[in-house]
């Protein structure tokens, strides 16, 4: 005998966790969105790329000083991480910050990117290397 199935209130109704889980993500979500809203309009670009998909990696590749062929590098697995971690290295020195805080925009990009864009930091553009 197979025990009995969820009721159909267990069906439609979630279950609290998972509205709490929901809720933190879309907060850390929109947390996101502004950090870079914030960092793009900083930059001089508009602020409503950093919701464009792809776009907004065009965007942040003029940021950080590269060229835009770069953004097919993103699409290559495991050179994707390498590329990103190139790049969240240039957008911190193009805010005159330094290579800890842009390993902290590649691995924890929701703290670090609100902090840059709330922050008193000012865009300098990148330095020919």
Do not use: C
């Not at 930059?43 to 953004?71: M, Q, S, T």
């Not at 994707?80 to 290579?99: P, Q, T």
């Amino acid at each position: 005998m197979l025990p009995p199935g969820p009721t159909p209130g267990e069906l439609t109704n979630p279950q609290p966790p998972t509205v709490m889980f929901f809720l933190i993500e879309l907060a850390i979500f929109v947390l996101i969105i502004a950090g870079f809203w914030k960092v793009f309009t900083k930059a001089g670009h508009p602020g409503w790329a950093a919701i464009i998909p792809i776009y907004n990696v065009y965007i942040l590749l003029k940021i950080a000083g590269r060229p835009a062929w770069w953004l097919l590098l993103f699409l290559i697995p495991l050179v994707n991480l390498i590329v990103g971690i190139v790049v969240s290295i240039d957008v911190a020195k193009a805010f005159a910050k330094g290579v800890g805080f842009g390993l902290g925009l590649f691995f924890l990009g929701f703290i670090f990117y609100p902090i840059l864009g709330f922050g008193s930091d000012t865009y300098t553009g990148n330095p020919p290397a």
